[in-house]
């Protein structure tokens, strides 16, 4: 296949996610907050992205994980900081299906 070889780098990490309503606005605000992690990256290794669902317009951030600051790496893709530790083994154990369940009589 054509290109198959290429080298094209590291992924973009999604650092950043807003979804309809007010998705435009909303990234809008939190690029404002986020105005120094973003300045101290190369224009080249991030990129918004634009797309339209039957509800109205997304946005999504991306940032090459060479170039991402710490500041935004602890964030989720929904610009919150990311869930604690007990939260994510919360999630792996009902995965698993080894979540504890309380008989009843």
């Known amino acids: 296949m054509a290109g198959e070889l290429l080298p094209i780098g590291t992924r973009p990490k999604l650092v950043a996610s807003f979804d309809p309503p ?3 606005g909303r990234f809008e605000e939190w ?6 992690a973003l ?3 190369p224009a080249d290794a991030w990129r918004v992205e634009y797309g339209r669902t039957g ?3 997304y946005v999504r951030l991306r940032v090459d994980e060479a170039h991402l600051p710490e500041s935004l790496r602890r964030l989720s893709p929904w610009g919150l900081p990311t869930p604690p ?3 994510e083994r919360s999630l792996e154990r009902r995965a698993r299906g080894t979540r504890s369940e309380t008989k009843l009589n």
Do not use: K
Not at 31 to 36: L, V
């Open 22 to 24: 007010d998705a435009v």
């Open 31 to 36: 690029r404002a907050a986020h105005a120094d």
């Open 39 to 41: 300045a101290g990256i």
């Open 55 to 57: 509800v109205g317009p």
């Open 85 to 87: 530790p007990a939260f």
